[in-house]
């Protein structure tokens, strides 16, 4: 194995019970999410939801993979990456059908479930903080978490300039940069996974 920061310390109880909290966060944070996604008319709450559903699946993994063996892990992490990436292609294509069908987003409804669930966010961030530099599945969960915090603060910009500019583009907009993230961080643990392998 190469010096690629892939030590790890915590006990697997630890790891475990902090997945699950995050994976329950993030699992109704998708319900809540996609359906005031739906409700609102908004790409980017739309694609922060399935980034928030894609997160829970990366959360899941990692539970199955914690206290396994390191292929084990290795494989698990290329799956969470390999579903960030189609994840994301998913929603820059609905951002595309949206741009050229037409949409007409609700700004506060953007701006208000993106401040429930930055909350969300910052609170797994925090507990996944003291994980950061652990096994590929761990780093994994930190950047997705990472991700969603800035793609939720995306949001809220947004529904701010829907309102004031009466405007569809702010939210096409963020729906695209929060795929570009998603598929950016698949491919970050892909390499992460491909650095353990090593």
């Known amino acids: 194995m190469t010096d690629c920061g892939c ?7 630890d ?3 902090t997945l699950r909290i995050v994976l329950a966060i993030n699992a109704l944070m998708f319900l809540a999410e996609f359906t005031a996604g739906v ?7 739309t694609a922060d939801s399935l980034d928030m559903l894609a997160d829970a699946s990366v959360y899941a993994v990692s539970l199955y993979a914690v206290g396994r063996a390191a292929n084990i892990r290795r494989r698990a992490a290329t799956s969470s990456g390999v579903l960030q990436m189609v994840l994301g ?3 820059l294509i609905e951002a595309l059908r949206r741009f ?18 930055l909350i969300a966010n910052a609170y797994c961030l925090k507990l996944l903080w003291k994980h950061r530099g652990g096994d590929v599945n761990f780093r994994a ?5 990472a991700n969603d915090v800035i793609a939720n603060a995306g949001v809220i910009v947004s529904g701010l300039l829907v309102m004031l500019l009466s405007s569809q583009i702010p ?13 950016r961080g698949g491919v970050k643990i892909l390499r992460e996974a491909n650095c353990e392998a090593d």
């Open 100 to 117: 050229r069908s037409g949409s007409d987003p609700v700004g506060w409804a953007m701006i208000g479930t993106g401040v429930v669930a």
């Open 141 to 145: 969960s930190f950047i997705f978490s």
């Open 39 to 45: 409700i609102a008319r908004s790409t980017g709450l």
């Open 171 to 183: 939210d096409l907009v963020i729906g695209m940069v929060i795929a570009i993230v998603v598929i």
């Open 15 to 17: 790891q475990r019970r």
């Open 89 to 91: 292609v998913g929603v």
């Open 7 to 13: 030590e790890f310390e915590a006990t697997d109880d």
